[in-house]
């Protein structure tokens, strides 16, 4: 066995669970996340640059990321499979609650997966992932403070987004209303 | 005026931070990865494994494969055989002073023929440029001195022209004035001789008075 096989093995051992909730975080499936799962290791294995990346960890999550917005941009909606989720923050138990926390979910992701890449990662690390801006920066090359705007500028660009996804509604929603 | 603010965002972004997979899930997918990854490994083992197989399965591979081996074997032979290794450093500073006596001479040799040839021909080019510029300007002046002369003939002939004119001119009057002088002293003879003829007429008349006088 190669070491670099080795070197994936041990990643997926040390860093799976990890990155299988991060990506099951940002496409809200378990069945679509485990695809991606695979997905992200096979690249990983076919990878050429890897022999100069110091962080596999931080690759890793990197490139699992991208892949999940890959996805979501590949796909429309996709309805989310409630059964699937977790909301332990969630007081409404009931499906309309539900239903709605889910839309909210959904329409979060699709506005976060049309900021650019930078913004994107530093974003989900630190509100998704609860990463420290250190170990983002480290993660991203940049420092704790460039993160830190990072992060800033992308939430004040989604406030954008969903504010006006609210403010206008579709002419094909006021027809349906 | 927008009607999500930020905290409902960091409050839907803390939502999906706490979305979490079922430990089940989480096993099945990190086992499925597992054997993805072997069976991906076992596969690229496998056709690697055949290419070699199929490489050393052909004649010209086992020639080739013979060959390697023998030059192999014979390059260890012959660094074996070798009396000694070679000093790099001793056979650079050999070579550099063998060089260096051989090759110092001829190069400075070539290279103060390769001055003087350059002199010689930069001196031959401007020998014969300069010949050149002599030439011309010998034929320039000699064509400005040509029309110069060319000129003043012409110049010098009109000069003569008028000159034989005011010769001519003064002649012309010299001799009027000659005619008339002439003319004014043959005139003068004339009245000098009428006058004389007068005279001697009243002589003559008054001798014979004065004769006649004494006689009576």
């Known amino acids: ?177 | 005026m927008s009607k999500i603010d930020e905290n409902e965002i960091r409050t839907r972004l803390k939502r999906l931070s706490q979305v979490e997979p079922t430990r089940q899930a989480a096993d099945r997918a990190i086992q499925r990865t597992r054997r993805t990854l072997m069976n991906e490994q076992e596969q690229r083992e496998s056709t690697a494994a055949r290419i070699r197989k199929a490489i050393l399965k052909g004649t010209v591979a086992k020639l080739a494969a013979a060959a390697v081996i023998l030059i192999g074997l014979g390059y260890v032979a012959g660094r074996l055989s070798a009396p000694r290794p070679l000093d790099v450093d001793e056979l650079q500073a050999a070579l550099e002073s063998s060089l260096k006596s051989s090759l110092e001479p001829a190069l400075r040799r070539e290279l103060l023929e390769q001055v003087g040839e350059r002199q010689e021909s930069a001196f031959a080019a401007n020998l014969t440029a300069l010949k050149e510029e002599l030439q011309q300007q010998f034929g320039r002046d000699l064509t400005e001195f040509a029309q110069t002369l060319a000129t003043s003939r012409t110049l010098t002939d009109q000069r003569f022209r008028e000159l034989i004119q005011l010769i001519e001119a003064a002649r012309r009057q010299d001799r009027l004035h000659i005619e008339a002088a002439l003319e004014k002293i043959e005139l003068n003879r004339w009245h000098d001789k009428a006058r004389l003829g007068n005279g001697l007429v009243t002589l003559a008349a008054r001798t014979n008075e004065l004769r006649r006088t004494e006689q009576n």
Not at chain 1, 104 to 111: C, K, M, P, S, V
Not at chain 1, 141 to 157: D, E, M, N
């Open chain 1, 1 to 177: 066995m190669r070491s670099r096989d080795k070197e994936l093995l041990e990643l997926l051992d040390k860093s799976g669970a990890n990155l299988y909730a991060l990506l099951t975080r940002l496409t809200l499936r378990e069945d679509v996340a485990e695809e991606l799962m695979q997905e992200l290791f096979i690249k990983l294995s076919h990878s050429r640059g890897r022999a100069r990346v110091a962080n596999w960890d931080a690759y890793a999550r990197r490139a699992a990321i991208n892949l999940a917005f890959d996805w979501r941009r590949s796909r429309k909606r996709v309805a989310l499979r409630l059964e699937q989720v977790r909301e332990p923050a969630s007081n409404d138990d009931s499906p309309l609650g539900k239903l709605i926390h889910s839309e909210e979910l959904q329409e979060t992701l699709d506005a976060v997966g049309r900021l650019n890449r930078s913004s994107r990662e530093a974003l989900v690390m630190r509100y998704i992932q609860q990463e420290s801006y250190d170990n983002i920066a480290e993660q991203l090359g940049k420092t704790p403070h460039q993160v830190r705007a990072l992060c800033s500028r992308a939430v004040i660009h989604l406030r954008d987004v969903l504010g006006s996804n609210h403010r206008k509604p579709s002419e094909k929603e006021m027809h349906n209303v």
